[in-house]
């Protein structure tokens, strides 16, 4: 039976609606998922390219389904403000489903994105009834794991798409309930989403004339470090309180793998129950947030790489909520291993064989542009070299590929990097060709010895796979940014020429690297739009203007006392 917008009331009285999904006669496991996109688009969702199985899959699987629309979204009352309602909604939900009589008493969740994040708060509301949640490329965590890179980078790509979507979704909300006139701006909304890179050229951000202020955008350019505002919204620390069992679906070029993996890994080593901890799962395809094809315009993972998510779902909902076991023992983790192209069951993460490997920056100083001597190699080197750049704000590299949104062909997941590795401000280092295979399966990591002439810029590095007909292409990344070296909640501005070792965190992936091709990592201090364009001047960015922004001349330093090096966790089988 199928009944359509049933109310469901808070403990403030405000009114969340909901698409449900149950049985005519008798009692069901249900299955729930809260969303901001608009409930009655669920039915379709799991078709092409999206990542979401529909209610339709598990309702044929002998479940109930409901799918509520989040406060203030679509047919729900009150007012939209991401995140800040969800635990005590979750709580509320599952207090009006434990008052249903075709409720069997056990309830699971899913969904993707900020689907996955509604998930996270209905775990954490410590419900019995609950038994199982699986967020698909969705984390706990709301600061580095989705609207600052783990190095402290704005996420601008995502923070524009993502808040022109949702302003529009507020104001076309108020229109149709009569609660303001159509002024125009509704029009400006939809039309921005037509030139989803045009909205990041407008300076100071802050100052968008497409995002007006007074809402959510306010609070996130306000707060720039990792300070009480955020951490009062991080759920990662919570995550050791979780007692189900999870499963975690994302991709190699999502945005938030970090952040998701991040999650597993501490569900099965901290949950606070035996079942969520060797019951948990983790599935990581050649995907990003949208595309689950694998096929993008320059690398096609084969048949393979398609996304069906929908029997991995059910099987772990069967195990959970209706206690049969699977026909196969399933591992905790199933990866696929670019390179070779193969889905790989594994026991843990990580991989419980990985040797993180140090590989050493070279040069002979001339390590600009994919022609340059920049060079990987086992040892550090004797001699003590650096390589210089100069990072232009109003020429900031442009993002090619990597782990982002929009999901725009061209700009997402594994690119041709010959649009930007002969820029001068890229510097490339690159190891011989490999005469035996190199799987590189895990977290990426990158210590370097940096300065700058200013007070602070960015450092930007990428791990790419140089074929032998010299196509480079990405696989993972991460941006620092440099005031927040130390410590993301604790902003120290550089002594200019001053050398300072720091860290980057290059992200996740897993690709064997076959003979003949080569390892090489790109260095520079700008991706842009993945991230902000650092203004230098060590000032409140979003606030500048493209007219206060000023040049800096970055150094890379290596060898001798300065054994900059990156840090790859290698897998030998």
């Known amino acids: 039976m199928y009944e359509r ?19 005519a006669e008798g009692q069901a496991p249900t299955l729930v998922m809260r969303m901001c996109y608009d409930k009655d688009s669920s039915v379709g969702l799991g078709s092409g390219s999206t990542s979401v199985p529909s209610p339709l899959s598990f309702v044929n699987a002998g479940y109930a389904v409901v799918v509520q629309d989040v406060r203030g979204s679509y047919a729900s009352d009150g007012d939209f403000v991401p995140k800040v309602n969800e635990l005590t909604d979750s709580e509320d939900l599952l207090t009006w489903l434990a008052q249903q009589d075709w409720y069997d008493g056990v309830v699971g969740a899913y969904g993707a994105s900020y689907l996955g994040m509604t998930q996270w708060a209905l775990a954490l509301a410590h419900n019995p009834d609950l038994k199982a949640i699986a967020p698909t490329v969705g984390c706990s965590d709301w600061y580095t794991g989705l609207w600052y890179s783990p190095g402290g980078a704005l996420s601008l790509s995502m923070m524009t798409q993502w808040i022109a979507f949702m302003y529009g979704n507020v104001e076309q909300r108020a229109i149709e309930r009569g609660e303001k006139e159509d002024d125009g701006s509704l029009l400006a909304f939809r039309t921005a989403l037509l030139d989803l890179m045009a909205l990041n050229e407008s300076t100071p951000l802050a100052s968008h004339p497409l995002l007006p202020a007074g809402r959510w955008m306010d609070d996130w350019l306000n707060h720039p470090s990792f300070d009480e505002y955020w951490k009062a919204q991080d759920w990662s620390s919570r995550v050791e309180e979780v007692t189900v069992p999870v499963l975690a679906t994302t991709g190699w070029f999502d945005l938030k793998i970090h952040g998701q993996v991040a999650d597993f890994v501490r569900v099965r080593n901290q949950g606070s129950s035996v079942e969520a901890r060797n019951g948990s799962r983790l599935v990581i395809g050649p995907w990003d947030h949208h595309n689950w094809t694998g096929s993008y315009p320059d690398r096609y993972f084969g048949v393979l790489g398609a996304a069906d998510l929908v029997p991995s779902h059910i099987e772990f909902f069967d195990e959970h909520l209706k206690g049969i076991a699977p026909i196969e023992p399933v591992a905790p983790v199933r990866i696929f291993v670019m390179g070779i192209d193969q889905w790989r069951d594994e026991a843990d993460w990580p991989l419980p064989d990985t040797q993180y490997v140090e590989y050493h920056l070279s040069s002979g100083g001339s ?8 060079a990987l190699q086992a040892t550090p080197s004797l001699t003590t070299a650096s390589d210089t750049f100069r990072y232009d704000p109003r020429d900031p590299v442009p993002t090619a590929g990597g782990a982002l949104l929009p999901s725009t062909p061209g700009l997402v997941g594994p690119v041709d990097q010959s649009a930007v590795d002969g820029r001068a401000d890229v510097l490339c280092y690159t190891s011989a060709v490999l005469t035996e295979p190199v799987e590189v399966t895990g977290f990426v990591e990158l210590k370097v010895f940096v300065s700058a002439s200013t007070v602070d810029t960015d450092i930007t590095a990428k791990l790419v796979d140089v074929a032998p007909d010299g196509l480079a292409l990405n696989l993972c990344d991460g941006a620092l940014r440099l005031r927040y070296r130390s410590d993301l909640s604790d902003p120290m501005l550089m002594i200019p020429g001053e050398i300072y070792e720091v860290t980057v965190s290059m992200s996740v992936t897993s690709n064997v690297f076959l003979p003949g091709h080569r390892i090489r990592l790109d260095i520079s201090a700008s991706n ?46």
Request: charged content about 25%.
């Open 5 to 23: 917008d049933v109310s469901m009331p808070t403990r403030d009285g405000t009114i969340l609606r909901a698409n449900v999904w149950r049985p």
């Open 367 to 374: 390590a600009n542009t994919r022609r340059g001597d920049g």
């Open 528 to 573: 842009f739009p993945r991230y902000d364009r650092n203004s230098n001047t060590g000032g409140a960015i979003s606030f500048e203007s493209l007219d206060d922004m000023i040049p800096s001349d970055v150094s890379i330093h290596h060898g001798g006392i300065r054994p900059s090096r990156l840090i790859l966790p290698i897998v030998e089988r």
